[in-house]
């Protein structure tokens, strides 16, 4: 596996073998063979996952371990080649889905080790059909050029060079020829004359039977000219009509597939199943050509092609909706796959990628920055920012090897210039991120949502912030895109994923140079969660530190502190504590010359002869609480490297807390031992749920 395909063993591994050599039947990257899995009938396999956790990536590497060992196709469903017919050809003569056959048929076609090219008469035949729909006498050309692309579907790899080519001639001088005596576009007979010319050039038994193929099409009476010439009208009706035609477009590429392993020697010679590789199976092409294969499935048509599609999101729509659901390690030795004979979605086998462990990152970030000193917890903290994203580590990995002189410090990594293409301009670490893990076309909108918690604050960010025309509906419609995009949805936060939000903030941050949007949202929440009780306070007090106004929660926490259920308020700790910190900035909005990270020096108490303690306030508890806040939020922030002074000063504190409250020791005793070493580990801080272990901890009288 490449350096980039860490964690994912259970689809790659060759001894014991992972899914994918299951399926295919050949080791990766190896023209020896290994026991297949579901030796009948195969499953449809997805890999399921939001933007950045491999998909792409992970079929790039299935079609350079299998490419030249047995026949394999990669379609990238998000290609411009998908998105419109090309120039000069109606659509009603084109579509994705045959677009994407043809591409799959030239690359099927290839030679192997072995054996040599696959012929694809089927698929041709139906192909010329579907085209000649769309042609006219004045295109002689473009008739040649598409004909001859067709046509080489069936080149063998013996004949002469030229020959395609000069049947190419013959068939677009023959439709031509019918175009010029009819009016308007090419009708029937221009279908005709071009199967004519097909069938007097293609000749051999093999492709006699292939053209006899289509006499089965429904309607065709037994006809093969027949079907063939409904084929083409049903395409060009459009709509159901396409989806049945086109469908059986898909079988006759599947018929062909099937005929190349048909007999003694095409059996001896190859060893491995064809493997078909569709990326972005969520747009056109893609969902087509999955129901056409599931429903043939399902009806009793059988193949033993291996597919393989990437789909952004979870695949919980109804076109999937009894698909058998697998997390990637439950597949590494077994699929458990079995499909449902009434629910023909049920054939496709959905499994969802996972992120990378921090193992992963560790074993990425030293193949990325070889040689290069890095501090040993910037891993960790990677780890951490990204959530595990495969693409998150590789964009910062990049990063660290590009600016050894940072690796220290993640926020300056994240804004750092990085170089991933050879020939592109260096672009700031988050951009380049945000352009890849999020809609281009909703990126504006989520920068500024990303500072809400639910619909209702994302409904005030929008009506303060985004243009008029943004309103509740398309707020809830944006919610409803980043579900369907994969991210999880988290309560308490409109952006679900932390890594995602950290980057859209980041970017609302650096939108202006005086940051007066970054400080328009805050206060705009501020404003929002101005009623009582604790949800409100500690919503307010989080926006409020956000800006750098720590006072207020300083206060709430003092003063809730004696009273308050202690999980309930150290919950309220860690969530006010998650406020994001960027540049300290003055009044004015300006950065100051040299960025310095307050916290620490707040943290290990060497601001408290400076700092004046409200009248009434218990000097004691107040500076206590104020260490505390500040050292959770330094300990926390996924953009910093956790400091171990920093980390024993929360231990500290919180024993000490633990001390004034008798009720809520155990807890505070616990969080005194658990979350130094959660902070520096990075994992999330939270209030122990042992309740035996907190009753231990007091007969220990662990205050």
């Given at each position: 596996m490449g350096r980039r395909l860490h964690g994912r063993g259970a689809l790659f591994d060759a001894e014991p073998a992972g899914l994918a050599p299951r399926l295919v039947g050949l080791r990766p990257h190896r023209h020896r063979a290994t026991t297949v899995e579901h030796p009948k009938e195969l499953p449809f396999v997805v890999l399921t996952g939001a933007r950045g956790l491999g998909k792409s990536t992970v079929l790039g590497e299935l079609r350079d371990a299998y490419k030249g060992h047995t026949p394999t196709a990669l379609v990238d469903c998000a290609g411009p080649q998908f998105a419109r017919a090309p120039l000069g050809r109606p659509e009603e003569s084109w579509s994705p889905l045959s677009q994407a056959l043809l591409e799959a048929a030239e690359q099927l076609a290839e030679p192997v080790t072995g054996a040599g090219r696959i012929q694809f008469p089927r698929l041709m035949a139906g192909l010329v059909a579907v085209a000649a729909s769309g042609w006219a006498d004045t295109d002689s050309e473009r008739i040649r050029s598409e004909v001859e692309r067709i046509l080489l579907l069936n080149e063998s790899g013996s004949w002469i060079s030229g020959v395609a080519g000069r049947w190419a001639g013959r068939v677009a001088a023959n439709v031509v020829a019918a175009a010029t005596s009819t009016a308007g576009p090419l009708l029937s007979a221009a279908v005709e004359a071009t199967l004519d010319s097909i069938s007097e050039g293609f000749g051999n038994r093999r492709h006699q039977r292939a053209a006899l193929w289509y006499r089965d099409y429904p309607n065709a009476g037994g006809h093969a000219r027949r079907g063939l010439m409904l084929l083409s009208g049903h395409f060009r009706a459009g709509g159901a009509s396409r989806e049945h035609a086109e469908r059986y477009l898909v079988r006759a590429l599947l018929a062909d597939l099937g005929d190349a392993y048909t007999g003694v020697l095409p059996r001896m010679q190859r060893i491995g199943r064809p493997l078909v590789l569709v990326d972005n199976a969520q747009v056109a092409p893609g969902p087509g050509l999955v129901d056409a294969v599931l429903r043939d499935r399902a009806e009793g048509h059988t193949d033993q092609v291996v597919f393989l599609a990437g789909l952004r999101g979870d695949g919980r729509t109804s076109a999937l909706r009894a698909a058998v659901r697998r997390e990637l390690p439950e597949v590494a030795r077994r699929s458990g796959w079995a499909p449902d004979p009434a629910a023909p979605s049920s054939r496709a086998l959905l499994v969802a990628l996972s992120p990378l462990s921090p193992e992963d990152t560790l074993h990425i970030v030293g193949a990325v920055c070889g040689e290069l000193a890095v501090p040993p917890q910037l891993p960790h903290a990677m780890h951490r920012l990204t959530g595990g994203n495969p693409l998150g580590v590789e964009v910062l990995a990049e990063s660290a090897a590009q600016h050894p002189d940072d690796a220290g410090s993640l926020g300056t990594l994240v804004t750092a210039p990085v170089r991933l293409r050879e020939h592109g301009e260096p672009e700031p670490a988050y951009r380049e991120l945000l352009d890849r893990l999020v809609p281009a076309d909703r990126l504006d909108e989520l920068t500024v949502l990303a500072a809400a918690h639910d619909h209702d604050s994302a409904c005030a960010l929008a009506a303060a912030l985004l243009p008029d025309d943004f309103g509740p509906a398309d707020v809830r419609s944006l919610g409803t895109l980043l579900a369907a995009e994969g991210l999880p949805?988290?309560?308490?936060?409109?952006?679900?994923?932390?890594?995602?939000?950290?980057?859209?903030?980041?970017?609302?941050?650096?939108?202006?140079?005086?940051?007066?949007?970054?400080?328009?949202?805050?206060?705009?929440?501020?404003?929002?969660?101005?009623?009582?009780?604790?949800?409100?306070?500690?919503?307010?007090?989080?926006?409020?530190?956000?800006?750098?106004?720590?006072?207020?929660?300083?206060?709430?926490?003092?003063?809730?502190?004696?009273?308050?259920?202690?999980?309930?308020?150290?919950?309220?700790?860690?969530?006010?504590?998650?406020?994001?910190?960027?540049h300290a900035h003055d009044a004015e909005g300006r950065d100051h010359e040299r960025p310095v990270d307050r916290r620490t020096a707040v943290a290990l108490g060497r601001t408290d002869a400076g700092h004046p303690v409200p009248d009434g306030a218990d000097t004691a508890l107040h500076l206590r609480i104020r260490r505390l806040l500040h050292a959770v939020w330094q300990l926390t922030d996924p953009l910093v490297l956790p400091e171990e002074r920093v980390a024993d000063r929360l231990?500290?504190?919180?024993?000490?807390?633990?001390?004034?409250?008798?009720?809520?020791n155990a807890l505070l005793w616990r969080a005194s031992r658990d979350w130094p070493a959660s902070a520096l580990a990075g994992r999330p801080l939270c209030a122990s749920d042992d309740a035996d272990a907190d009753a231990d901890d007091d007969r220990d009288g662990g205050g």
């Amino acid at each position: 596996m490449g350096r980039r395909l860490h964690g994912r063993g259970a689809l790659f591994d060759a001894e014991p073998a992972g899914l994918a050599p299951r399926l295919v039947g050949l080791r990766p990257h190896r023209h020896r063979a290994t026991t297949v899995e579901h030796p009948k009938e195969l499953p449809f396999v997805v890999l399921t996952g939001a933007r950045g956790l491999g998909k792409s990536t992970v079929l790039g590497e299935l079609r350079d371990a299998y490419k030249g060992h047995t026949p394999t196709a990669l379609v990238d469903c998000a290609g411009p080649q998908f998105a419109r017919a090309p120039l000069g050809r109606p659509e009603e003569s084109w579509s994705p889905l045959s677009q994407a056959l043809l591409e799959a048929a030239e690359q099927l076609a290839e030679p192997v080790t072995g054996a040599g090219r696959i012929q694809f008469p089927r698929l041709m035949a139906g192909l010329v059909a579907v085209a000649a729909s769309g042609w006219a006498d004045t295109d002689s050309e473009r008739i040649r050029s598409e004909v001859e692309r067709i046509l080489l579907l069936n080149e063998s790899g013996s004949w002469i060079s030229g020959v395609a080519g000069r049947w190419a001639g013959r068939v677009a001088a023959n439709v031509v020829a019918a175009a010029t005596s009819t009016a308007g576009p090419l009708l029937s007979a221009a279908v005709e004359a071009t199967l004519d010319s097909i069938s007097e050039g293609f000749g051999n038994r093999r492709h006699q039977r292939a053209a006899l193929w289509y006499r089965d099409y429904p309607n065709a009476g037994g006809h093969a000219r027949r079907g063939l010439m409904l084929l083409s009208g049903h395409f060009r009706a459009g709509g159901a009509s396409r989806e049945h035609a086109e469908r059986y477009l898909v079988r006759a590429l599947l018929a062909d597939l099937g005929d190349a392993y048909t007999g003694v020697l095409p059996r001896m010679q190859r060893i491995g199943r064809p493997l078909v590789l569709v990326d972005n199976a969520q747009v056109a092409p893609g969902p087509g050509l999955v129901d056409a294969v599931l429903r043939d499935r399902a009806e009793g048509h059988t193949d033993q092609v291996v597919f393989l599609a990437g789909l952004r999101g979870d695949g919980r729509t109804s076109a999937l909706r009894a698909a058998v659901r697998r997390e990637l390690p439950e597949v590494a030795r077994r699929s458990g796959w079995a499909p449902d004979p009434a629910a023909p979605s049920s054939r496709a086998l959905l499994v969802a990628l996972s992120p990378l462990s921090p193992e992963d990152t560790l074993h990425i970030v030293g193949a990325v920055c070889g040689e290069l000193a890095v501090p040993p917890q910037l891993p960790h903290a990677m780890h951490r920012l990204t959530g595990g994203n495969p693409l998150g580590v590789e964009v910062l990995a990049e990063s660290a090897a590009q600016h050894p002189d940072d690796a220290g410090s993640l926020g300056t990594l994240v804004t750092a210039p990085v170089r991933l293409r050879e020939h592109g301009e260096p672009e700031p670490a988050y951009r380049e991120l945000l352009d890849r893990l999020v809609p281009a076309d909703r990126l504006d909108e989520l920068t500024v949502l990303a500072a809400a918690h639910d619909h209702d604050s994302a409904c005030a960010l929008a009506a303060a912030l985004l243009p008029d025309d943004f309103g509740p509906a398309d707020v809830r419609s944006l919610g409803t895109l980043l579900a369907a995009e994969g991210l999880p949805v988290v309560p308490g936060q409109f952006v679900g994923s932390a890594f995602v939000r950290t980057l859209l903030l980041l970017r609302l941050h650096h939108r202006d140079s005086d940051h007066r949007r970054w400080r328009a949202a805050h206060e705009t929440l501020i404003r929002h969660y101005d009623g009582t009780g604790e949800d409100h306070a500690r919503y307010r007090l989080y926006h409020q530190l956000a800006l750098g106004t720590a006072d207020p929660a300083v206060a709430h926490l003092r003063d809730t502190f004696p009273h308050l259920d202690t999980r309930v308020w150290l919950d309220t700790l860690c969530f006010v504590a998650s406020a994001p910190y960027f540049h300290a900035h003055d009044a004015e909005g300006r950065d100051h010359e040299r960025p310095v990270d307050r916290r620490t020096a707040v943290a290990l108490g060497r601001t408290d002869a400076g700092h004046p303690v409200p009248d009434g306030a218990d000097t004691a508890l107040h500076l206590r609480i104020r260490r505390l806040l500040h050292a959770v939020w330094q300990l926390t922030d996924p953009l910093v490297l956790p400091e171990e002074r920093v980390a024993d000063r929360l231990r500290f504190e919180l024993e000490q807390l633990s001390n004034l409250r008798p009720a809520g020791n155990a807890l505070l005793w616990r969080a005194s031992r658990d979350w130094p070493a959660s902070a520096l580990a990075g994992r999330p801080l939270c209030a122990s749920d042992d309740a035996d272990a907190d009753a231990d901890d007091d007969r220990d009288g662990g205050g």
